[in-house]
C-alpha cells in the first residue's frame, strides 16, 4: 500500500526553466510534508517543508505548494540549474509522529545546458 | 559540525548471517531513525530511538532489531539475513520530540547478501 506516491520516475528541464515535481498521498492523517534530495552515494538531504495548515512555503528558488483536498503537493524550483540534477524524494508524516517518515519512490530530475 | 556518521559504507555478508550497522548522529540529536532503501524505492522506515528507548516500529520482522546508547549513537542488528535484505541502511537523526520533523540523514550502509 503506497501511500505516498510520485508518478513521474524521471524529469528533464532546461537550464533556468522551471522544474515542477509531483506527489499524491492517501493517508488523510498525514499532517506535515517534507523534500528531501539526494545524489549518488550520499544520504537524502533536507530541502523544504510544510505544514498541513498551510497551502505555500517558499524558500529561495524552492517552493513547496499543498493541496489538501486533492491530497497533492508540489514542489517547484526556479530557475533550474544543473546542480539541482538528484533523485526528489517527497515524505509524509502523521501528527506526533514526526521520525516516522513515509517516502515516495522518488523522481529523477536532469537539469540539461 | 559533524553530520551523521555510519559504519561500515559497505558489507558484504552470506545469507543466515548476523549484521551490525552503526550510527553516530548529529551532536546534541538524541533521536536516531533507521530506514532502508531497497534500489528503487524510497527509503522505508525500520524504527525509531529517541532517549534510548523505542519509540516507533515500522513493518519489519523480529529479525531486525536495534538499540541506543548514553552518547546517542544507535545500532542496527539484523538476524538471518535473507537476499531480500540487500539495500542501503540510513540512518537519520534529530532534535527528537514528537514535532521534530527535520530528520538529518548520514551517507548509509550498503548491506549485499550473497
Known amino acids: 500500500d503506497q501511500q505516498v506516491k510520485q508518478n513521474s520516475p524521471s524529469l528533464s528541464v532546461q537550464e533556468g526553466r522551471i522544474s515542477i515535481l509531483n506527489c499524491d498521498y492517501t493517508?488523510?492523517?498525514?499532517?506535515?510534508f517534507l523534500w528531501y534530495k539526494k545524489y549518488p552515494a550520499e544520504g537524502p538531504t533536507f530541502l523544504i517543508s510544510?505544514?498541513?495548515?498551510?497551502d505555500k512555503n517558499e524558500d529561495g528558488r524552492f517552493t513547496v505548494f499543498l493541496n489538501k483536498s486533492a491530497k497533492h503537493l508540489s514542489l517547484h524550483i526556479v530557475p533550474s540549474q544543473p546542480g539541482d540534477s538528484a533523485v526528489y524524494f517527497c515524505?509524509?508524516?502523521?501528527?506526533?509522529?514526526?521520525?516516522?517518515?513515509?517516502f515516495g519512490t522518488g523522481t529523477r530530475l536532469q537539469v540539461t545546458l | 559540525d559533524a553530520g551523521v556518521t555510519q559504519s561500515p559504507t559497505h558489507l558484504i555478508k552470506t545469507r543466515g548471517q548476523h549484521v551490525t550497522l552503526r550510527c553516530s548522529p548529529i551532536?546534541?540529536?538524541?533521536?536516531v531513525s533507521w530506514y532502508q532503501q531497497v534500489l528503487g524505492q524510497g527509503p522505508q522506515f525500520i524504527f525509531q530511538?529517541?532517549?534510548?528507548?523505542?519509540?516507533g516500529r515500522g513493518n519489519f520482522p523480529d529479525r531486525f532489531s536495534a538499540r541506543q546508547f548514553p552518547n546517542y549513537s544507535s545500532e542496527l542488528n539484523v538476524n538471518a539475513l535473507l537476499l531480500g535484505d540487500s539495500a542501503l541502511y540510513l540512518c537519520?537523526?534529530?532534535?527528537?520530540?514528537?514535532?521534530?520533523?527535520?530528520?538529518?540523514f548520514g551517507p548509509g550502509t550498503r548491506l549485499t547478501v550473497t
Open positions: 537519520a537523526s534529530s532534535l527528537g520530540g514528537p514535532s521534530s520533523y527535520e530528520q538529518y
Open positions: 493517508n488523510s492523517m498525514f499532517d506535515y
Open positions: 510544510i505544514s498541513s495548515i498551510k
Open positions: 515524505a509524509a508524516s502523521v501528527a506526533g509522529t514526526a521520525s516516522k517518515l513515509t
Open positions: 551532536s546534541g540529536h538524541k533521536s
Open positions: 530511538y529517541y532517549e534510548k528507548e523505542e519509540r
